[in-house]
């Protein structure tokens, strides 16, 4: 997985592989199976609950590579053992 975080908790960048038809969130295009993507997860803080109590929440966006204008991440390769 390729992966790049742009600001420490707060949003995280994924490059991905279609493994089914998307539409993207810029340009309304169609995101083909099997062509890669960027993935955009931002962290949110949620509202408190009555109980005073929040938790996290996140929401992702799906931009094609002809719209997205950011870095794109490079190859992250883990070593499994």
């Excluded at 199976?33 to 799906?62: C, F, M, P, Q, T």
């Amino acid at each position: 997985m390729r992966v790049l975080v742009l600001k420490p908790g707060k949003e995280t960048v994924i490059l991905r592989k279609a493994r089914k038809q998307h539409v993207c969130h810029e340009c309304g295009g169609i995101i083909p199976r099997g062509v890669y993507y960027i993935e955009d997860r931002i962290n949110y803080l949620r509202r408190r609950a009555r109980s005073g109590e929040g938790y996290k929440w996140y929401h992702v966006h799906k931009v094609c590579l002809l719209c997205w204008k950011g870095p794109i991440p490079k190859e992250k390769r883990v070593k499994k053992s």
